[in-house]
């Protein structure tokens, strides 16, 4: 049985008001988008959590986030207005139109992004069947420059909470190069960075500077590491979110 909004976000204890302490005193960017009320009140009921997680509140009252310049981009609820700027939480993991008691992203959840094609996913039920490291309820990183799944050892909150109080800028050691800002800012949240030689040759890793980068949609980013993890490790990482209709920023 699908427990209907409201009853998902009557709760005591809101998780909101702290979500917006932390933003409000982030070490970094933030530009919090407008969402769009009903494309929350389906997404929640298809996630089944409440408002007093960070999961919820995100859904519920953000159209998504961007943060440090844009680096990393964390699935909401967008308005129509913003759509074209950064796919909502529900398409980016192809929720069902109406909310499906029986339906749950069996490789777990795609919260987020990052400029470089990174995939940070919350962890389901069983991560072991879906070939996933961590445990139910972790969040897991696919790095750009290695193209394995790397555990976390948080939840969503604690992990928002570092992204939104500096720890992006150890976690990126070796993966930003000199004026990054500049670049990533100038982005919408539906394309992101390609960078050649690829983030996982010898050649990046020796001097990430000398790399060109290019813009492409986040679609374009994500399957050509899907493709390359596949080739070189003969490994299928699995889905890393959908953007089947998302005009990415059109030029």
Same mark, same amino acid.
């Given at each position: 049985?699908?427990?209907l909004f409201e009853n998902l976000a009557s709760t005591r204890r809101p998780a909101w008001p702290e979500l917006q302490s932390l933003v409000s005193g982030a070490s970094v960017t933030v530009e919090v988008l407008a969402p769009d009320a009903a494309t929350a009140r389906r997404t929640l009921e298809q996630l089944q959590v409440t408002t007093s997680s960070y999961l919820g509140a995100v859904v519920v009252h953000t159209g998504g986030l961007l943060i440090d310049h844009g680096w990393l981009r964390v699935y909401g609820s967008p308005s129509s207005g913003d759509a074209d700027?950064?796919?909502g939480l529900a398409a980016v993991n192809g929720f069902p139109a109406s909310p499906e008691p029986s339906w749950f992203p069996g490789h777990g959840l795609v919260v987020a992004h990052d400029v470089l094609?990174? $995939?940070?996913? @919350?962890?389901?039920h069983d991560p072991e069947a879906a070939g996933r490291p961590g445990k139910p309820g972790e969040m897991i990183y696919l790095a750009?420059?290695?193209?394995?799944?790397?555990?976390?050892?948080?939840?969503?909150?604690?992990?928002l909470a570092?992204?939104?109080?500096?720890?992006?800028?150890?976690f990126t050691e070796g993966l930003?190069?000199?004026?990054?800002?500049?670049? $990533?800012?100038? @982005?919408g949240g539906g394309r992101g960075l390609n960078v050649f030689p690829p983030l996982w040759s010898r050649q990046a890793h020796e001097d990430l500077d000398a790399t060109s980068r290019r813009d492409v949609p986040m679609a374009e980013l994500v399957e050509m590491a899907r493709s390359a993890a596949a080739q070189i490790d003969g490994v299928d990482v699995g889905p890393l979110g959908s953007f089947e209709g998302h005009t990415a920023?059109?030029?």
């Open positions: 049985m699908v427990r700027r950064l796919i094609g990174g $995939t940070f996913v @919350l962890n389901g750009p420059d290695t193209l394995q799944w790397e555990p976390l050892d948080v939840g969503h909150a604690a992990w570092w992204a939104l109080g500096g720890g992006l800028e150890d930003r190069w000199h004026g990054w800002e500049a670049e $990533t800012r100038e @982005l920023d059109p030029r």
